[in-house]
Each structure stands twice: as C-alpha cells, then as structure tokens.
C-alpha cells in the first residue's frame, strides 16, 4: 500500500507564496506520473498541473507563469509552487499520482491540504 501525504498549505496574502509537499510512502514502489488538482468551496475538482516521470510539465490556464510542479525521484516527493497567488487560488490542493507497484499502475490520492488566499 502506497500513502501520498501533502505538506505546505495555509494562508498568505495576495501576491504571497507557498510550496507544497506530496510525499509517497509504502511498501516498492514508483511514481510515475503525478499532478494536483484542488477544488474550491462549492466547485468541482479541477486540474492544477501535473509531470511526468521525465519531467515533462502541463499547466492550467489559470496557474500559468505563477505555478510550477517539480519533483524530486529519489524522494518519491512532488513539489508546487505557487507565487503571486489570487483569492481566486484558495482552494483544498490535492496531489494525484500514478503509482507502479510489483507490475501494475494503481491511482492514489492524498488526503488535501488547505490553500487559503486573502485579499
């Protein structure tokens, strides 16, 4: 079993930043592709950014030029970082990966943690 936990959330002022923290536990593993996706009060989940094992990095519209995902392979840790955030950021961000385990892909979520922008 594979466990993604997420570190870094909390409140900042507009224009302010902060790095969040998906670190994978378990039992052999690797992470494959991961992303993160948050959801607002009221709103459905939606996509943040997401990399690939390669490094390869996808946006959202939104977070373009203020976010970037990083991740770091030895650690089995995703990163995000988010600067110049918005009220409009505020939102519970949830780390999503695709883990490889023993010949098989399995999809694990974290638990959220809790961005909280104000203006």
């Known amino acids: 079993q594979v466990q993604l936990v997420e570190s870094g959330g909390g409140l900042v002022q507009a224009g302010g930043s902060l790095r969040l923290s998906c670190a994978a536990s378990g039992s052999t593993f690797s992470i494959n592709d991961a992303g993160w996706y948050r959801q607002a009060p009221g709103k459905q989940r939606e996509f943040v950014a997401a990399?690939?094992?390669?490094?390869?990095?996808n946006y959202a519209d939104s977070v373009k030029g203020r976010f970037t995902v990083s991740r770091d392979n030895a650690k089995n840790t995703v990163y995000l970082q988010m600067n110049s955030l918005k009220p409009e950021d505020t939102a519970v961000y949830y780390c999503n990966a695709l883990v490889l385990m023993r010949g098989y892909e399995y999809d694990y979520w974290g638990q959220g943690t809790q961005v909280t922008v104000s203006s």
């Open positions: 990399i690939t094992r390669g490094g390869n990095t």
